[in-house]
């Protein structure tokens, strides 16, 4: 039996999914204040098709949850997880909130 664990690695701006101590695959994002925006999923080739990629995006939002932070989705492949898990959803915010840009006005149409 294999040992899989979500390890955040901090110096490379990512968490982690290691089989056996062997990086399997990972989840890149970038910090703000109080944010963690997801920018790229990746799990390699050898290790597809065993539910890694779901296990990392649960650990990694986890992790958010437990350090009061708020998530950002830019990756389509954590957007969609959380999509299909809605206990997640209190977690997300946009962009514009979490490094506070933009007026708050909703652009016209005109």
Do not use: W
């Amino acid at each position: 039996m294999s040992e899989m664990r979500i390890v955040h690695n901090p110096e490379l701006s990512r968490y982690e999914v290691r089989i056996d101590g062997k990086v399997a695959g990972f989840t890149q994002y970038r910090r703000a204040p109080r944010t963690v925006d997801f920018t790229h999923t990746e799990v390699y080739p050898e290790f597809e098709g065993q539910g890694l990629g779901s296990k990392l995006a649960a650990g990694a939002l986890d992790a958010v949850r437990a350090g009061g932070d708020r998530a950002v989705a830019s990756c389509p492949f954590i957007s969609t997880y959380i999509k299909r898990h809605p206990e997640y959803s209190d977690l997300v915010t946009t962009p514009e909130r979490a490094t506070g840009a933009g007026s708050g006005r909703v652009p016209s149409a005109n």
